[in-house]
């Protein structure tokens, strides 16, 4: 009789990755730069559920939007029939929480979040059906210093991440003006394109009567010439429109970060106002922005609260670490500080006490187990400590184990001896390792 046939391996949904050590590390490092740049401003972490109505999607990025009309998973419940949707982007949702808990009873709110976002689209480097997005928003503040900082924020990060403006990324700042001020730039770019309309591609075509703005941001070369003679919003601006946007600038200006006025920025949700910002490289082809965002003072009474003014940025984590893999920039998670070598199962008992109270003592121990081959010998494990990063080897040899003691071996010093010390005493001396 033959033996039953293996059933087919499952895989992942097509752009929805898995992340496996070594890899994962790379994203624990970045993330405990990230909490401890929120700690540093003041912003508090939020945390909303994956899955929101649908509604709060078509009514907070507006119905014609790229995303809405074809990028969302959206779906039925099929216990009540609501309408659910995972979700595309963290403001919306970030914005319902703060409506629904009355979170700005007691005056403005600094939070930040780290979202998994889900988007319907062609999967390529760089862009993935499921990504990863730190977001950042300040609600109840009105004024262009809060802008300011949330900009200088995004530098300090990327300074973190071992990045330089203006070699690595650049900053790009636009001002959307108010509503009044984007209809009447939106008659005049409508007036514009349709004198060029032979020139339009398809998506301009269905975007220029329902969202000509987002025509701004085309891509095609044979649009180019066209796009660069339109009517700019900035000429359409009023004075407390300029005056805010003035104001950001003077601060950017005192800290010294360059940027450029880029009159064609505009954001791919409907719900942004006054200030936007882009920090973009070179070094992703055409995926080449990774931090984005800007202020969106309606966007709460829009979803049903009382009006609040709020500002925010969303900073793609993938193409983060595409970008610092680019840049050669280490970014590889903490190693342990010991590693175990254990020779055999008499010696067992031992190193597993003594990793024990050594990560009660706060180290960061791995101990080698044993395989489906067996211990493995003493080589090929001190090959395994020296890939593992740890700065220290112990070692439970018979010879020490008979003296109750341990070797310790520092595997980054050359110049350090190794030594024994005795198993009775770990806590005297697991300081020691620590700060070696």
């Known amino acids: 009789m033959s033996a039953p046939s293996r059933p087919a391996a499952l895989q992942a949904v097509k752009g929805m990755n898995d992340l496996l050590p070594p890899e994962s590390a790379r994203w624990e490092w970045f993330e405990a730069r990230v909490r401890a740049l929120m700690h540093r401003y003041g912003y508090a972490n939020i945390r909303t559920p994956i899955v929101e109505p649908t509604a709060l999607f078509v009514r907070g990025l507006g119905e014609v939007t790229d995303i809405v009309e074809k990028e969302m998973y959206s779906f039925e419940d099929s216990m009540n029939g609501d309408k659910l949707t995972l979700r595309p982007e963290a403001t919306a949702g970030i914005v319902r929480a703060v409506i629904e808990h009355n979170a700005l009873y007691n005056g403005p709110l600094r939070v930040w979040s780290h979202v998994a976002l889900f988007r319907h689209e062609r999967p390529q480097k760089g862009r993935y059906r499921q990504f990863h997005q730190i977001d950042v928003e300040a609600l109840g503040h009105a004024g262009p210093d809060v802008d300011a900082e949330q900009i200088l924020m995004c530098r300090a990060l990327l300074r973190d991440l071992g990045l330089a403006e203006g070699r690595d990324v650049r900053l790009e700042i636009n001002s959307l003006g108010q509503a009044d001020e984007r209809l009447a730039h939106r008659a005049a770019l409508i007036e514009h394109f349709e004198r060029y309309s032979e020139l339009l591609d398809a998506d301009a075509r269905r975007r220029l009567h329902t969202n000509p703005l987002r025509i701004l941001d085309t891509k095609n070369p044979a649009m180019q010439q066209m796009v660069e003679a339109a009517p700019k919003l900035m000429d359409f601006l009023g004075a407390e429109s300029l005056a805010h946007f003035d104001g950001v600038r003077a601060v950017l200006d005192a800290a010294g970060l360059p940027y450029r006025v880029n009159p064609r920025l ?5 719900y942004y106002n006054l200030t936007v910002f882009e920090w973009i490289t070179d070094h992703l082809g055409s995926q080449g922005t990774v931090c984005g965002g800007g202020r969106y003072d309606t966007l709460i009474e829009q979803l049903g609260g009382k009006p609040a003014p709020a500002v925010g940025w969303g900073m793609g984590i993938e193409r983060m670490i595409l970008l610092l893999d680019a840049m050669k920039i280490a970014a590889d998670g903490p190693a342990p500080d010991v590693y175990a070598v254990v020779p055999g199962p008499d010696a067992l008992a031992a190193a597993m006490n003594t990793c024990e109270s050594l ?37 439970f040899g018979a010879d020490e184990l008979a ?34």
């Open 359 to 395: 990560r009660a003592a706060g180290l960061s121990v791995q101990m080698h187990a044993a395989g489906a081959a067996g211990w493995g010998s003493m080589k090929s494990q001190f090959k395994r400590a020296d890939v593992s990063g740890a700065r220290h080897a112990l070692i």
């Open 403 to 436: 003296r109750c003691e341990v070797a310790v071996k520092p595997l980054r010093d050359a110049a350090a001896q190794q030594r024994n010390l005795p198993l009775a005493a770990v806590a005297d001396w697991a300081a020691s390792l620590r700060n070696a």
């Open 266 to 270: 505009v954001r791919g949700m409907d």
